[in-house]
C-alpha cells in the first residue's frame, strides 16, 4: 500500500489556474502509475488525467485535453496535475490515485490506492 496526500485545491475565478499535487509515500513510486480523479457533488468519480510509470505515455479526458498537464517527479515522489484556462464545470473535488503496473489505467475501480481529495472551486 502506498498513502497518498493531495494539495493545492482552492477557489479561483474562471480563467484561472491552480497546480495539484500529490505526494506519495510507503511504497517505490515509480513501480506506480498515477492517475487523477474528479468528482462533482451527485456525480461519479471521472477520470481526468493519468501518467505511466515513466511519463512516455499520458491520457486526458476530453473535456481537459489542452487545458490541464498531468507530470510526474519520481525523485520526489509527486504527481502534478497544472489545471489552466478553469471553466466553473471543473468545480469537483479532485483524487489522486495510484496503481501498481506499468501502463495507465482509466478506470477508478482499476486503482486501489487513493488520497482524500483537494477541492476546486471556479467561480464564473
Known amino acids: 500500500q502506498v498513502q497518498l496526500v493531495e494539495s493545492g485545491g482552492g477557489l479561483v475565478q474562471a480563467g484561472g489556474s491552480l497546480r495539484l499535487s500529490c505526494a506519495v509515500s510507503?511504497?517505490?513510486?515509480?513501480?506506480?502509475?498515477m492517475g487523477w480523479f474528479r468528482q462533482a457533488p451527485g456525480k461519479e468519480r471521472d477520470i481526468v488525467a493519468a501518467?505511466?510509470?515513466?511519463?512516455?505515455?499520458?491520457y486526458y479526458a476530453d473535456s481537459v485535453k489542452g487545458r490541464f498537464t498531468i507530470s510526474r517527479d519520481n525523485a520526489k515522489n509527486t504527481v502534478y496535475l497544472q489545471m489552466n484556462s478553469l471553466k466553473p464545470e471543473d468545480t469537483a473535488l479532485y483524487y489522486c490515485?495510484?496503481?501498481?503496473?506499468?501502463?495507465?489505467?482509466?478506470?477508478?475501480?482499476?486503482?486501489?490506492?487513493w488520497g482524500q481529495g483537494t477541492q476546486v472551486t471556479v467561480s464564473s
Open positions: 490515485a495510484a496503481r501498481f503496473g506499468t501502463f495507465y489505467r482509466t478506470a477508478a475501480d482499476d486503482y486501489d490506492n
Open positions: 510507503g511504497r517505490t513510486f515509480n513501480n506506480y502509475v
Open positions: 501518467i505511466s510509470r515513466s511519463s512516455r505515455s499520458t
